[in-house]
């Protein structure tokens, strides 16, 4: 009999699966009397990056039933750790892209620009970071190959755990990353041609265990190349945000980041100016000039025939670049900058905006 262990166990969350243990089968033998417990705990791999915080989770959760605790920690066998993954895809296939699942209810961002410099990454961590804040569920895909910088970005230097053929990214700031930053040592440069940037993609959507998002921010390459192309086949539900800075030539390269998205199916979320001015006493200080922004919502609205808003207008900030060199995201080191504030309420605008439920299930069942 061991009710209470596992009534215990059940409140032990694996911090990479975001599961209970007891769910995951990872609870082996258990022996049980009024004071004492011994727990056999069966981590996925050999020198799995979690091993610690389960460890002692385990013990504070059998503590505060028993006096006396004992817990053995193990590595599950080969049969076992099939049988999770098959447990974790579900019903569905090795190399199954979730996103494309017509009932998926995941909203998928792309967050482009024309060129790089425009600080798109650094707000698409932003984004996603203050997203999970206010409780969504979220991951993040850095999709820029060549310029990969998501990981120094958000402050993850774990690489994924690999469970049989399943990748389990590392989670920061309550974001599941994923990056080719991950398999690259000694900042080495990628040097890859359109097949293996369509291929390293797509494992990045089939071969990940992403779990249940509420939304999927994608980090694309700057300007309209292979990755852009392939990302938009692969996920064709997705929706995109234009990010550009106030000044004129930059707008109108920007204005073709959303406009490739259109022709590979994706809708225009918004647009997004960012290093809009400087703050000071004296009012903003517009270095960069003003109207990019407000001229790229426009020509994308005339081109998509749809209105496309400028969804916000961040301004430059010492204390954002300063949080990004020390690779802690603005909207958790300072959620009071000017930049932060208004990352956060373009985050709550994502969550506002309406989600296409047309042709999906809902899995409710009608009492």
Known sequence: MSQRALAALAGVIDPELRRPITELDMVGPIQETEDSVSVQIKLTIVGCPAAQSIERDVNEALAAVFKNVEVEMSTMTNDERKALTLKLRGDK??????????????????????????????????????????????GLLDADIFGYSVPQLIGVNQSPTQVENLMLPPIAHDVKVISIGFF??????????????HRAVEQFLTDVF???????????????????????????????????????????????????????????????????????????????????????????????????????????????????????????????DPAAVEITRIAKLLMDSPRGLAGKSLKITPS
């Open 184 to 197: 690259v040592k000694d900042n080495q440069p990628v040097a890859w041609r359109g097949p293996m940037l």
């Open 93 to 138: 296939p090795p190399k199954f892209n979730p996103f494309a699942d017509k009932d998926n209810l995941t909203r998928v961002i792309f967050v482009s620009s024309g060129k790089g410099g425009v600080g798109k990454s650094t707000l698409t961590v932003n984004l996603a970071v203050a997203l999970a804040g206010l409780g969504q569920k979220v």
């Open 210 to 336: 992403w779990g249940d998002l509420d939304f999927l921010l994608v980090d694309l390459p700057p300007g309209t190349g292979d990755v852009a192309i392939s990302l938009g086949q692969l996920l064709s539900k997705a929706k995109t945000l234009v990010v550009t800075t106030p000044q004129h030539t930059a707008a109108i390269v920007a204005e073709r980041s959303g406009a490739i998205g259109l022709q590979t199916g994706q809708e225009i979320l918004g647009v997004i100016e960012n290093m809009s001015y400087l703050p000071s006493e004296n009012g903003p200080i517009e270095i960069f000039g003003s109207g990019g922004g407000d001229a790229v919502a426009a020509r994308l609205t005339e081109i998509s025939g749809k209105q496309v808003q400028l969804m916000g207008k961040i301004p430059i900030s010492q204390d954002l670049r300063i949080s990004a060199d020390n690779q802690l995201p603005i909207v958790v080191s300072d959620p009071a």
